[in-house]
């Protein structure tokens, strides 16, 4: 049974093998994961089809290769008995004293081995290794072979790893991590890191990035938020932020400047009919990855910060497929929790822009109306746009900020919930 390179959404091509879990001769069960996968916008886990013993590994770790390349085979009963009907006999000629003469029944002995039942509590740990623990296995290419677990029959922990770690670093014959230097320390960067770096290098190297930013007044969002607060934390048990109002009036003003819902290729600008918006969420310090709501302008604000929500949470938890973190057309990126003034973000490609959302405060404006000036206090944000210089000029991306920012300060959001 051949496993092959997955198709990691509509776009993407190729993909590279981050790292095996298991080699040539390893018995798997089927759905065990074999392998990682993974391309600038996403890293997923790659299942064995069905139960076997690994024959052969076709791709390297580090090997980039096309969709649809046979990356390993697994032999399973049926693939190599030649005799799928008569697993009896073939069970009796491999047990019987006699040597086998008989070509077709050559590889039998290898059918025992892979219907036989594991017969080492290390040979079973093997097979049960739980995501977390086989992520920090990657990221420290630790040998699970040389950890003893503490679990269930043997199993892995996570707080097996970390003492094996503490362990390693005492050892002078095995590189520490991090790696000592001087009174430094060097930490390597993990597959997430690595990925991110790549698209964040690429990203600069060819999108000419503009920054544009404007002040918005959320009073009114605010408003909203504040009557509907209580509720909606009984009702849905987490807070409502201002980010879905900010999801909601982008996809708004998406729909009246569409360059910006769109990609570059070569000397052309692809626009897109939906608006399908990637949110950057942190992954607790240790890497970004950008999930999209797909066709995004057609939820209220309720329904953004519900799947927004959702979303997060599968990004921090890992159980998000390669569909859900590609395909988006337009991205937003929330630094505003840590009190940011402005952040010029770097732009998700291939699409034109993105926008970050820094600190709503509290600060003193200069109100004008008919009466004259006057100065109140206003909950007052940042809106700051990175946008490709190719696609479209300054003035379409002051119009597009200008868009937002008026749907924010004159919608009546109170309808979208």
């Not at 809106?383 to 000029?393: M, P, T, V, Y």
Request: aromatic fraction near 4%.
């Amino acid at each position: 049974m051949n496993v092959l390179m997955p198709q990691l959404g509509e776009t993407v091509a190729e993909g590279k093998v981050a790292v095996w879990y298991k080699k040539e001769g390893d018995i798997v069960s089927k759905n065990e994961i074999l392998a990682d996968v993974e391309t600038d916008k996403a890293a997923v886990e790659i299942p064995s089809p069905v139960e076997g013993v690994v024959g052969s590994v076709l791709v390297s770790e580090g090997e980039t290769v096309d969709v649809g390349t046979t990356l390993a085979i697994i032999n399973n009963k049926e693939a190599n008995s030649g005799l799928p009907d008569q697993p009896a006999d073939a069970e009796k000629k491999v047990s019987a004293p006699e040597p086998i003469k008989n070509d077709s029944t050559a590889e039998l002995p290898k059918i025992q081995q892979v219907m036989s039942p594991p017969n080492s509590i290390k040979t079973e740990r093997r097979l049960k290794l739980s995501p977390v623990v086989r992520r920090l296995l990657a990221e420290h290419e630790i040998n699970p072979q040389e950890v003893i677990g503490s679990g269930r029959d043997g199993r892995i922990t996570r707080s097996d790893i970390m003492g094996f770690l503490d362990n390693r670093v005492t050892k002078p014959s095995i590189k520490p991590v991090p790696q000592p230097i001087g009174d430094s320390s060097r930490i390597p960067f993990d597959r997430i890191r690595r990925v991110t770096a790549e698209h964040m290098v690429r990203s600069k190297t060819t999108s000419p990035h503009v920054l544009q930013a404007v002040e918005a007044d959320f009073s009114c969002v605010d408003a909203t938020r504040t009557s509907h607060q209580e509720r909606w934390r009984s009702d849905n048990g987490y807070s409502l932020t201002y980010l879905p109002f900010i999801a909601r009036a982008t996809c708004l003003a998406l729909r009246d400047f569409p360059r910006l819902n769109g990609s570059v290729d070569g000397e052309e600008l692809i626009l897109h009919k939906g608006i399908h918006l990637s949110i950057a969420v942190d992954l607790n310090f240790e890497g970004l990855v950008a999930p999209v709501i797909f066709d995004a302008d057609g939820l209220t604000v309720l329904g953004l910060a519900r799947r927004i929500h959702e979303i997060s949470m599968g990004a921090r938890e890992r159980s998000l497929s390669a569909d859900e973190l590609s395909g988006g057309t337009y991205t937003l990126s929330n630094n505003g929790s840590f009190g940011t003034l402005l952040t010029g973000a770097i732009i998700n490609q291939p699409q034109v822009g993105i926008l970050s959302i820094d600190a709503i405060k509290k600060r003193p404006v200069v109100i004008e109306d008919s009466t004259g000036d006057s100065i109140a206090i206003r909950p007052i944000g940042i809106l700051s746009q990175s946008f490709d210089h190719r696609a479209i000029d300054g003035s379409y991306s002051a119009a597009f900020l200008h868009k937002i920012r008026t749907i924010l300060e004159e919608k009546d959001w109170s309808a979208e919930l």
